[in-house]
């Protein structure tokens, strides 16, 4: 797995450099074993964000991407999209992410979905494990789910393990509520990628029938692998 998420992270064409940031030598010495470049980190991180701003403290990085481990079928567009969504954005706004629309109505209340409301510049107004918008009366409303990966401007990611952390990101055990009740903005960039993350033996089995589909797929006549892979993954159009 974590060797699929370097190969698919280092096809974004927004990259300079892939690292794997962790505190386990048994994951350190597989990353070394595929290559990759490896940074140790302390153990007493509380989030991702904060292993990452460790990482990013010795580096020179203007924007730095934190890519969770778990997606082996992370889409290079998508990195793409998402880094390009906050150049594009003034600079002000010091973190973006993405959002997917929600096709299949049980997601809408599946707590491990997480749900963002944005607003009209594209920026994020709340993320929640609840159904939001709330629908009231029948009316008309698009859901979108928040899709785990984050870009940051490196000034403000040093800072962020020094933010407070809030009664929201408390209760809703979601750390990237830390930048919104301290004030800070996040751009969210809409994306056709569809996150597939593995947390449990079930999400291994579903990654790897994906995985068997794709290598079917690209035994048609006049087909490349990557093309079909993407093709397989996400029906839709990639960001």
């Given at each position: 797995m974590l060797?699929?998420?370097?190969?698919?992270?280092?096809?974004?064409?927004?990259?300079?450099?892939?690292?794997?940031a962790t505190d386990d030598e048994r994951i350190a010495s597989?990353?070394?074993?595929?290559?990759?470049?490896?940074?140790?980190t302390r153990a007493d991180h509380p989030s991702g964000t904060d292993r990452v701003a460790e990482v990013a403290s010795a580096d020179s990085a203007e924007l730095v991407v934190n890519i969770q481990g778990d997606e082996p079928l992370i889409d290079p567009a998508a990195i793409d999209a998402a880094v390009l969504g906050l150049l594009g954005a003034p600079e002000s706004i010091p973190m973006g992410t993405l959002k997917k629309r929600i096709v299949?109505?049980?997601?809408?209340?599946?707590?491990?979905?997480?749900?963002?409301?944005?607003?009209?510049?594209?920026?994020a107004i709340y993320f929640s494990r609840a159904p939001?918008?709330?629908?009231?009366?029948g009316a008309a409303a698009e859901h979108w789910k928040h899709?785990?990966?984050?870009?940051?401007?490196?000034?403000?990611?040093?800072?962020?393990?020094?933010?407070?952390?809030?009664p929201l990101e408390r209760a809703e055990c979601l750390e990237q509520l830390r930048a919104l009740e301290n004030g800070y903005q996040i751009r969210v960039?809409?994306?056709?990628?569809?996150?597939?993350?593995?947390?449990?033996p079930e999400d291994l089995e579903k990654v790897n029938r994906l995985l068997g589909a794709c290598a079917l797929a690209a035994r048609a006549p006049g087909?490349?692998?990557?093309?079909?892979?993407?093709?397989?993954?996400?029906?839709?159009?990639?960001s």
């Amino acid at each position: 797995m974590l060797e699929r998420v370097v190969e698919r992270a280092s096809q974004a064409r927004c990259l300079s450099q892939v690292l794997v940031a962790t505190d386990d030598e048994r994951i350190a010495s597989e990353a070394r074993r595929i290559g990759a470049a490896v940074r140790m980190t302390r153990a007493d991180h509380p989030s991702g964000t904060d292993r990452v701003a460790e990482v990013a403290s010795a580096d020179s990085a203007e924007l730095v991407v934190n890519i969770q481990g778990d997606e082996p079928l992370i889409d290079p567009a998508a990195i793409d999209a998402a880094v390009l969504g906050l150049l594009g954005a003034p600079e002000s706004i010091p973190m973006g992410t993405l959002k997917k629309r929600i096709v299949d109505p049980s997601e809408i209340g599946n707590p491990s979905v997480v749900k963002v409301v944005t607003g009209r510049e594209g920026n994020a107004i709340y993320f929640s494990r609840a159904p939001i918008p709330y629908v009231r009366d029948g009316a008309a409303a698009e859901h979108w789910k928040h899709i785990g990966l984050y870009v940051y401007r490196r000034e403000f990611l040093l800072s962020y393990s020094r933010l407070p952390i809030g009664p929201l990101e408390r209760a809703e055990c979601l750390e990237q509520l830390r930048a919104l009740e301290n004030g800070y903005q996040i751009r969210v960039v809409e994306t056709e990628y569809e996150s597939v993350h593995v947390d449990t033996p079930e999400d291994l089995e579903k990654v790897n029938r994906l995985l068997g589909a794709c290598a079917l797929a690209a035994r048609a006549p006049g087909e490349s692998l990557n093309q079909t892979t993407n093709d397989a993954q996400w029906p839709s159009t990639s960001s």
